[in-house]
């Protein structure tokens, strides 16, 4: 079975605060995608990554960055949390050879 | 513009047929997806379709018309545990996925 990780599954942060959170997989996916969840506006994608190093801005990327320095591990930074930030996020991998994408189990981040 | 559209929520009873529709408009399409969520927990994936027509696994099955830009799921002898949000996805050709906003479904007794 695909397992997909995330470090967290509640964080609460202040404002202002650089946080990060961290997703690994262990089925040698080439993609791996994080998204943030929201009621009434589904899933949004934030960043996504194809390959190591590699890294392509989603539909919401403002206030937010990336890294993938490994094949397993894509972390999400959040530079300065803001209060608007507050959500679900969850982290998604996929593989070429297969179209469906994996989900982690979600971290639920407020921002006080 | 990216658009996929389903319904906010369904209401069904237990041992029942529900059919949750979604239509999309994309700028390229490259298979479409539908992934079960309960309260509080990741989605996780239940089919896939590329293809136009109908894709059965179990009780759920699930429809394409690719010419519609339209999908179902379908969900037979419905179980209080099927109460969740059902998400549509599409990949529009590149690497991403693209999601509706999801459909509650409530499964009564």
């Known amino acids: 079975d695909v397992k997909v990780t995330q470090s967290s599954r509640y964080l609460v942060k202040r404002t202002g605060e650089k946080v990060f959170l961290e997703c690994v997989q262990d089925?040698?996916?080439?993609?791996m995608f994080w998204y943030r969840q929201d009621p009434g506006l589904g899933l949004r994608l934030i960043y996504f990554?194809?390959?190591?190093?590699?890294?392509e801005k989603g539909d919401i990327p403002e206030g937010y960055s990336v890294s993938r320095e490994k094949k397993e591990r894509f972390s999400l930074i959040l530079e300065s949390a803001s209060t608007n930030q507050t959500s679900m996020y969850l982290c998604?991998?996929?593989?070429?050879?297969?179209?469906?994408?994996?989900f982690g189990q979600g971290t639920r981040l407020t921002v006080v | 513009g990216q658009n996929i559209d389903q319904p906010t929520e369904m209401t069904a009873t237990e041992g029942a047929i529900v059919q949750i529709n979604c239509t999309y408009q994309?700028?390229?399409?490259?298979?479409l997806f539908w992934y079960q969520q309960h309260a509080g927990e990741a989605p996780t994936f239940l089919s896939y379709?590329?293809?136009?027509g109908l894709e059965e696994k179990g009780r759920f099955s699930s429809f394409l018309s690719r010419s519609k830009g339209y999908s179902y799921l379908l969900l037979k002898e419905l179980q209080m545990k099927d109460s969740a949000s059902y998400l549509c996805?599409?990949?529009?050709?590149?690497?991403?996925?693209?999601f509706g906003t999801g459909t509650r479904l409530k499964v009564l007794a």
């Open positions: 998604a991998s996929s593989s070429r050879d297969r179209p469906e994408a994996f």
């Open positions: 089925m040698d996916h080439e993609n």
């Open positions: 990554s194809y390959d190591v190093k590699m890294k």
């Open positions: 994309t700028s390229g399409f490259n298979g």
């Open positions: 379709n590329v293809l136009d």
């Open positions: 996805a599409v990949n529009p050709g590149t690497y991403k996925y693209i």
